[in-house]
């Protein structure tokens, strides 16, 4: 005696939809802005800026920027905007992953602004963090 029982149909295969990753970094418009007249102030061609973070600092870390002639080796690019490129440097990229990068023009300063939200403190003088 054999079973003729039919078989349950087979499960459809799941579809898998690839997850977008967000941007290490956003950029404000402000921040475009400046990075736009600085790159055409430069008078010579340039790819964009790189971020990057050194150890220096009472709380031990700190932003850096730098104009950037080309990618390099492992950098992670934001476009912003058509023609402005943001360079993530490579030892940099888990230390600002959720970052905002603003410009901010006040009456007796100016200058990029880092908002992370994974730092832990800042320094008293606000020029380095920790995370």
Request: positive net charge.
């Amino acid at each position: 005696m054999t079973d003729t029982a039919a078989s349950p149909p087979a499960a459809a295969p799941v579809k898998r939809v690839p997850r977008v990753r967000p941007p290490p970094i956003t950029v404000t418009p402000a921040a475009v802005e400046r990075v736009k007249a600085l790159l055409d102030k430069r008078g010579k061609p340039s790819a964009g800026v790189r971020v990057g973070v050194r150890t220096r600092g009472c709380s031990g870390m700190t932003y850096t920027l730098e104009y950037a002639d080309a990618k390099g080796p492992g950098d992670e690019v934001v476009e912003p905007t058509p023609g402005i490129a943001i360079f993530i440097d490579p030892k940099a990229s888990m230390f600002v992953f959720g970052t905002e990068m603003d410009f901010v023009e006040e009456k007796l300063q100016s200058g990029f602004v880092f908002r992370n939200p994974n730092e832990k403190g800042r320094c008293g003088c606000g020029e380095s963090f920790h995370i």
